[in-house]
T-cell receptor, first 115, second 112 residues
Framework: DADVTQTPRNRITKTGKRIMLECSQT?????MYWYRQDPGLGLRLIYY???????NKGEISDGYSVSRQAQAKFSLSLESAIPNQTALYFC??????????????FGPGTRLTVL | GQNIDQPTEMTATEGAIVQINCTYQ??????LFWYQQHAGEAPTFLSY????GLEEKGRFSSFLSRSKGYSYLLLKELQMKDSASYLC?????????????FGGGTRVLVKP
């Protein structure tokens, strides 16, 4: 079984709809992240959480919100989806800070299309 | 702030060698990762450098020069399955904890 899972894997929605992307992990990591990936722009950080009570904005948080329901679960919401939020979304986890521990483990991704 | 640059695309022939360069500017460097990402899939770990020098792992090697803000990933004996994007990511020290900042990725196309 995969250590980091994302649901749904694919989603097509319409402008103005509320969308929630979910991420679960069995790695026991405290740190979780949400990224979006657009062609040629690499991975850009939306939000991150270092533990259940900690939520931090990344470089492109506008239009998104998150919820850390438990150590193993981190959800990303689009309150009112717009077409330029069409992208591939990845959840990732990492262990404690320091050296190789900064390695991030990625989920399989969610392809979101906003019409 | 930080800025990470790598070429957008490279093409090489099966069996050859390709070197992917990554330059970065950041305050508080604390390590550099290389990830491989096949189209539509999740990035997967390739290498980690925190000290100057070369780290070799099979057909893949990664080099770091902290004073120059420079790293490269070397892929030897290229195989068709090596066609993928390669992401350079820098750990930037921040008071609230370290985070990874990714470059735009280099798409490598291996031709027969």
């Amino acid at each position: 079984d995969a250590d980091v899972t994302q649901t749904p894997r694919n989603r097509i929605t319409k402008t103005g709809k509320r969308i929630m992307l979910e991420c679960s992990q069995t790695k026991g990591h405290d740190r979780m992240y949400w990224y979006r990936q657009d062609p040629g722009l690499g991975l850009r950080l939306i939000y991150y959480s270092f533990d259940v009570k900690d939520i931090n904005k990344g470089e492109i948080s506008d239009g998104y919100s998150v919820s850390r329901q438990a150590q193993a679960k981190f959800s990303l919401s689009l309150e009112s989806a717009i077409p330029n939020q069409t992208a591939l979304y990845f959840c990732a986890t990492s262990d404690l800070s320091g050296g190789r521990h900064n390695e991030q483990f990625f989920g399989p991704g969610t392809r979101l299309t906003v019409l | 702030g930080q800025n990470i640059d790598q070429p957008t695309e490279m093409t090489a022939t099966e069996g050859a060698i390709v070197q992917i360069n990554c330059t970065y500017q950041t305050s508080g460097f604390n390590g550099l990762f290389w990830y491989q990402q096949h189209a539509g899939e999740a990035p997967t770990f390739l290498s980690y450098n925190v000290l100057d020098g070369l780290e070799e792992k099979g057909r893949f090697s990664s080099f770091l020069s902290r004073s120059k803000g420079y790293s490269y990933l070397l892929l030897k004996e290229l195989q068709m399955k090596d066609s993928a994007s390669y992401l350079c990511a820098v750990i930037m020290i921040k008071a609230a904890g370290n985070k990874l900042t990714f470059g735009g990725g280099t798409r490598v196309l291996v031709k027969p």
